[in-house]
């Protein structure tokens, strides 16, 4: 069974929604279990356990919160024992334009420093609206584009998981296309 992990940490509780929505992602992916989690409650033994982690943040400054960089600086001594682990990310921010990319851009490089082999999403949830980096979102995700692309993340990671973790090969995300841009 893969196990997801949903990491966030949450300010105003916009990034704690997007979390709820990753995690209804990889619920769809069956024989997954998931466990939800912010920077508060999550311990090491959760990045031990997991086969895989979706890492939230609000955007501070155009980069992840003091929070969650904070989580992840505790974590170094043990730098080696989760290598290799699939990581992805999401965050929102006070507005479009507002560094959310970025902040999965920093949230990603966290990751590939402790091993982790990342991803974005190459599938669109709306017109013009795409996660390549990451779920992004302006404030609270209230649109259908913005929750769908939130879920995709989530199955995405869920479904990485799946052929990597478990070597469910019939889970990989080339066999279960996605209308790649229906608005083309």
């Given at each position: 069974?893969?196990?997801?992990?949903i990491l966030y940490y949450s300010k105003d509780g916009n990034t704690?929604?997007?979390a709820k929505y990753v995690a209804e992602g990889a619920s769809q992916i069956p024989g997954t279990e998931i466990r939800l989690k912010n920077t508060e409650t999550a311990s090491?033994?959760?990045?031990i356990w997991c086969?895989?982690?979706?890492v939230g943040s609000p955007t501070h400054l155009g980069i992840l919160s003091s929070g969650m960089k904070k989580f992840w600086e505790d974590l170094l001594p043990e730098w080696q024992r989760i290598d290799g682990k699939i990581g992805c990310a999401f965050s929102s921010q006070g507005g479009w334009g507002g560094g959310g990319e970025l902040t999965c851009m920093s949230i990603l490089t966290v990751l590939m420093n402790y091993g982790f082999l990342v991803f974005g999403?190459?599938?669109y949830s709306g017109h013009q609206f795409t996660a390549h980096y990451g779920a992004v979102q302006a404030g609270e995700p209230r649109l259908d584009k913005e929750i769908e692309a939130c879920r995709r993340l989530g199955k995405r990671l869920a479904e990485w998981v799946a052929v990597y973790a478990d070597g469910r090969k019939e889970f990989h995300p080339l066999n279960n296309l996605y209308k790649r841009n229906p608005w083309d």
């Amino acid at each position: 069974m893969g196990k997801v992990l949903i990491l966030y940490y949450s300010k105003d509780g916009n990034t704690e929604k997007m979390a709820k929505y990753v995690a209804e992602g990889a619920s769809q992916i069956p024989g997954t279990e998931i466990r939800l989690k912010n920077t508060e409650t999550a311990s090491r033994e959760d990045i031990i356990w997991c086969d895989g982690v979706a890492v939230g943040s609000p955007t501070h400054l155009g980069i992840l919160s003091s929070g969650m960089k904070k989580f992840w600086e505790d974590l170094l001594p043990e730098w080696q024992r989760i290598d290799g682990k699939i990581g992805c990310a999401f965050s929102s921010q006070g507005g479009w334009g507002g560094g959310g990319e970025l902040t999965c851009m920093s949230i990603l490089t966290v990751l590939m420093n402790y091993g982790f082999l990342v991803f974005g999403v190459t599938d669109y949830s709306g017109h013009q609206f795409t996660a390549h980096y990451g779920a992004v979102q302006a404030g609270e995700p209230r649109l259908d584009k913005e929750i769908e692309a939130c879920r995709r993340l989530g199955k995405r990671l869920a479904e990485w998981v799946a052929v990597y973790a478990d070597g469910r090969k019939e889970f990989h995300p080339l066999n279960n296309l996605y209308k790649r841009n229906p608005w083309d």
